[in-house]
């Protein structure tokens, strides 16, 4: 869920110098609390984990993306401040999307999509209870994995990653056997060629994409109000 600050009428402050940083995300807590106070008695206030260029994050997106598949959930740790991290990048690379707006996909690309989505619960029931469960819809649903598709497509456009040699699909192939197992036997590499090339091409490309993460957050406006077991 993308929930704007602005919806608590609170206009978010551009490019704010160094010592008035501290003062701002004081003023983020406090609108936080104001917003709180003009919910009705008989709702339920979700909790807020963060605020990334304007967008609140909340403990409802987590628990979203984890029920539905959309962001993996860890098999060790903190599976909340592990999928808050990737929820965190991912508003960040959603303010860099829309700059730069990149043809938005169609109802045809969303719609498989949510498809993939249900495939993943294995019934109509089950996807209609993670939905409940997850406090969202499936019209909140499809804005998201529309969402994703932009960022798909922008980062496919972005961060072209040039075709490696036959050196390095061969040295791959050799050192990453066990993924080309069928069965018990050992795909030839001309038969596995296909598959260690896009293996070999998704590994540079994640290599560019998270170092580009990694300058976002050290310029990103990020205030993390998680706490670990509060």
């Known amino acids: 869920m993308r929930f704007q600050i602005s919806d608590c009428r609170f206009q978010r402050q551009i490019g704010l110098p160094i010592g008035r940083r501290a003062a701002f995300q004081i003023g983020v807590m406090g609108m936080l609390l104001a917003c709180a106070a003009v919910v009705r008695a008989d709702e339920v206030i979700d909790r807020v984990l963060a605020v990334v260029a304007g967008q609140m994050i909340t403990l409802t997106d987590v628990t979203a993306a984890r029920d539905l598949g959309l962001v993996p959930a860890p098999a060790t740790g903190d599976p909340i401040?592990?999928?808050?991290s990737k929820l965190i990048d991912r508003e960040l690379i959603l303010a860099e999307v829309d700059r730069y707006a990149p043809p938005e996909p169609g109802a045809a690309a969303i719609d498989a999509e949510v498809d993939g989505v249900r495939a993943r619960l294995g019934s109509d029931e089950a996807f209609r209870t993670a939905l409940a469960r997850s406090g969202i819809d499936e019209k909140h649903l499809r804005e998201t994995l529309r969402e994703d598709l932009r960022i798909r497509a922008?980062?496919?456009?972005r961060f072209a990653?040039?075709?490696?040699?036959?050196?390095?699909?061969?040295r791959y192939y050799r050192e990453h056997e066990a993924a080309f197992m069928r069965g018990a036997a050992l795909l030839p590499f001309e038969a596995a060629r296909p598959l260690v090339l896009d293996a070999v091409v998704a590994e540079h490309r994640r290599a560019l994409v998270d170092d580009w993460i990694?300058?976002?957050r050290r310029?990103?406006?990020?205030?993390?109000?998680?706490?670990?077991?509060?």
Not at 154 to 157: E, S
Not at 219 to 229: H, Q
């Open 154 to 157: 922008y980062l496919a456009q």
């Open 214 to 216: 990694a300058g976002l």
């Open 219 to 230: 310029r990103g406006d990020i205030t993390d109000l998680y706490l670990a077991g509060q």
């Open 81 to 84: 401040r592990a999928i808050l």
């Open 161 to 170: 990653v040039p075709i490696p040699d036959e050196d390095e699909l061969n």
